[in-house]
């Protein structure tokens, strides 16, 4: 059992089976009788006579395999010698319609599906691979098992699509080490979960855990422990290679000119010389913008970048500069002089940040920017995507008015910063979060392309990131994938608890939503 506490209300009920997912779908109708037994001496997933791809796609037959093993783990038998109602599905036919089965996800790529499961027969459809993959977490979800031990899923039709094209989850390796398993752990239940981007938030003033073939330094001197603590160009391609057959784009963040401490360790004169007077102070600032050789140090690294990381996009960062080192070095104050900035060092951070894109336009890469890039008044692209960020600068739905009212793609992050914590049920207001409430046009919310969900590492690693995480990030998830009108709080804690339970069959350590209990508790200790 599992209870819903609301002002004024307890709502007591039972997390049972059938037709509880998450994320909600577009539109899914269950029946209360009819489908199928699956049995794990029978039932294989295969593709249909008519679909595009077929044995050999990568991504669908590792998924395949993944997705049996979740329906049936190691130790669970078919029960024997029972009566049995339903007849037996021996097959989920699956049919995509697009051949390209060796790419990787772009913010474009279409994510829709269609289940049907009837009595006789149960097919998966759907435009693209990447869609196949969120059908197949669909119907892994919609099987449940009986007190008899049989598996069971109800005849049901599943017509589902993204409500955004970008519904992603940053975590921060920098402030703490994330050892490589948890990151991939992560991703499995991003997956779970319908996520499609992992912002891998890499680096930062505390450490530089980035292994660059083109600068080793940077990870030799700036890393906590170069030889442990450190994300190899090895480690890099598992990540992306794991999270490409799950359908998740990784999208770098390296961000300059501030947050760049663990950086200067590597590359000598690449941060701006603090002054204490006339004098240098011994510490050092954001990166140097006055310098030719922080830009040629710029164009050599994200020229490996763009190299390493396949995905149309890096972030870029850009927020949150200290002025204070650059007011105090006299040769930055000559530079403003020369340049006829005067004392406003926003010019100088512009100044230093427009050269940055074009570098990075240069590669064919298109960029996302926090905030304070746009409000600082710099040059962009036209296809640039704002991040916006800040929670105590004003309502954020004035930011996302102004970002897309001048015309650029938004994300939306401000509300949804799950290292903030704080005693009860806090996934309710990170679940009423409407990414479209501000004021403005049709045209205007048409540039919310998504959001993420943040978890950054002052006090979080890999002992409390995963129960920290999840289910928390769930109500993120559905805000960004289902209907915007799926908004009944008592249906969500059903069908969240619900999946909570799931998570912890799957080996997932999710925290619980409140007092209750699952059928199959957390047993991996």
Known sequence: MAGLLLPGLLFVLSVGSGAAVW?????LKVASEGGCRLSASRFRFDYANSSAVGPGCAVLDQAFQRYWELLFPHGVKDAENGHFEAPVCSALQVLVMEQDCDGFPSMDSPENYKLAVSDEQMILTATTVWGALRGLETFSQLAWRKDDGT??????????????????????????????????????????NKFNVFHWHIVDDPSFPYESLVFPDLSLKGAYKPMTHVYTTSDVKTVIKYARLRGIRVVPEFDTPGHTLSWGLGIPGLLTPCYMGTKPSGSYGPVNPILNTTYQFMAKFFAEVSAVFPDSYVHLGGDEVDFTCWR?????????????????????????IQRLLDIVSSYGKGYVVWQEVLDNAVKLKPDTVIHVWKENAGPYSKEMAQVTKAGYRALLSAPWYLNHITYGQDWLQIYQV???????TL???????GGEACMWGEYVDVTNLTPRLWPRAGAVAERLWSNETVRNVQDAYRRLADFRCTLLRRGIQAEPLFTGFCDSDYNAF
Request: hydrophobic share 40%.
């Open 328 to 352: 105090s070095n006299p040769e930055v104050q000559a530079f403003m002089h020369k340049m006829g900035f005067g004392q406003d060092y926003t010019k100088l951070e512009s100044f230093y």
């Open 443 to 449: 045209e205007q919310k048409a540039l919310v392309i």
């Open 434 to 440: 409407e990414p479209l409430d501000f004021e403005g």
């Open 23 to 27: 994320p909600q779908p577009q539109f």
């Open 151 to 192: 598996l069971n899923i109800n005849k049901t039709i599943v017509v589902d699509f993204p409500r955004f094209p970008h519904r992603g989850l940053l975590l921060d390796t920098s402030r703490h080490y994330l050892p490589l398993a948890a990151i991939l752990k992560t991703l499995d239940v991003m997956a779970y």
